[in-house]
């Protein structure tokens, strides 16, 4: 047993080291930097919950470990250390999954290093680095304003996206054979999603079903992988109820709002931030269109994507949780699989992937951009440390 535990560390030491950073990560933020996260908020809702004797109410799960690891303590300083190593775990499970996954499609070195690149792949803000030559003055942000595929301050979304990739990957395994048990899965992960946070599940809830009908037709298949969908759609009903319609409500509601859509105002403040957030998917998809639109795992976050964009930009609360932003998530989530997807593609498919003449060039120009884009998350995460800003 103990040379069995001996032979798992050893494997893992690259999976301890990222949890050994993430935990140093995380409680700077939560106990240096403090009020200018959301972990510190996060935790303060765990023990209001707890408090207010609503345990499972809204999207409770990360907030009833909180308070189960603390045995139903209440205390502040035990609640928030807890958070801190619930969301370090849940960045080292994302660091594993994800070399996994590559393990499977490329060698164990290639894999790490794809999984590194994919906790801190970020966007270029190029009106932040352009302000020094006086062009873009009031751009004094690198986070606001962009659709970025990794955050560092929100509490949820990191503990969401442990499941939120295992449900896409058992998903996309679903394109090419079906299979009753990985359905099985993907309704307790996805439900799990959906109780954490039910970003995710705003953009698979219409993706997924588009790719298993083009699949499988109107087969049994089809209407199986449905289940998924139904049971978390009532995670999602039973959190709508408890937030909006409970004895607590504080007179918020959501609205539908594509009035804006229609303005130039909109565009005119939108496009520029678009462009750059988009503009390593769209090189890639320049170099790559011609074969990945025979990929339905192409479609899959194409959809995504574009819903999450949509949703964000229609959807709206009002009343006082009108500020905290709570459909923006699923766009980020979803460029987050945007990004695994062309680093994906360009790794294991390589020259491939693009006629022979050209294949390595664009290759490498992919990983050139992707590797800046990489940079410059830890650029940004370091801008956050230093300044306990995360705008």
């Not at 595929?149 to 503990?159: D, E, F, K, R």
């Not at 083009?214 to 109820?241: M, Q, R, T």
Request: hydrophobic share 55%; proline share 2%.
């Amino acid at each position: 047993m103990i040379e069995r535990i001996r032979r798992i560390l050893k494997g893992n030491i690259d999976a301890i080291c990222v949890f050994v950073f993430m935990l140093c990560v995380f409680s700077y933020i939560m106990f240096v930097i403090k009020e200018e996260s959301d972990l510190m908020a996060h935790a303060a809702i765990a023990k209001e919950m707890l408090e207010e004797h609503r345990l499972f109410t809204t999207n409770f799960l990360m907030y009833f470990l909180v308070n189960l690891l603390t045995l139903f303590s209440g205390a502040d300083d035990m609640m928030r250390i807890v958070l801190v190593l619930l969301i370090s775990l849940a960045n080292t499970a994302k660091y594993i999954l994800v070399r996994e996954a590559f393990s499977e499609w490329t060698s164990v070195r290639t894999a790490k290093w794809a999984s590194i690149a994919m906790l801190f792949v970020y966007v270029i803000p190029l009106m932040y680095f352009l302000k020094p030559l006086g062009i873009f003055l009031s751009a004094d942000n690198m986070y606001t304003g962009y659709y970025v595929p990794n955050v560092w301050h929100n509490s949820t979304i990191l503990c969401m996206m442990p499941f939120a990739i295992t449900c896409y990957l058992l998903s996309v395994k679903q394109f090419s054979e079906y299979s009753v048990k990985r359905n099985w899965l993907i309704m307790i992960l996805l439900s799990l999603s959906v109780l954490i946070k039910p970003s995710f599940f705003f953009v698979y809830v219409f993706a997924f079903p588009i790719i298993m009908l083009n699949k499988y037709g109107l087969h049994k298949e089809f209407f199986h992988s449905l289940l998924p969908l139904f049971v978390g759609g009532v995670c999602l009903a039973f959190e709508y109820v408890t937030i909006y319609y409970n004895g607590g409500n504080d007179n918020s509601s959501v609205v539908i709002d594509i009035v804006q859509l229609f303005t130039s105002g909109f565009w005119k403040s939108h496009i520029l931030y678009l462009t750059v957030s988009l503009s390593l998917p769209i090189l890639f998809l320049c170099l790559y269109g011609r074969t990945i639109v025979q990929d339905r795992e192409f479609w899959f976050v194409l959809i995504m994507i574009i819903c999450g964009l949509g949703m964000m930009w229609c959807f709206k609360e009002t009343g006082p949780r009108a500020t905290h932003g709570n459909f923006n998530w699923q766009a980020i989530a979803a460029m987050w699989f945007v990004y695994f997807y062309i680093l994906k593609t360009v790794i294991t498919g390589g020259e491939e992937s693009v006629s022979a003449d050209r294949g390595g060039y664009s290759r490498f120009a992919i990983l050139l951009a992707f590797g800046l884009h990489v940079l410059m998350g830890v650029v940004y995460l370091g801008k956050f440390i230093i300044t306990h800003n995360f705008g």
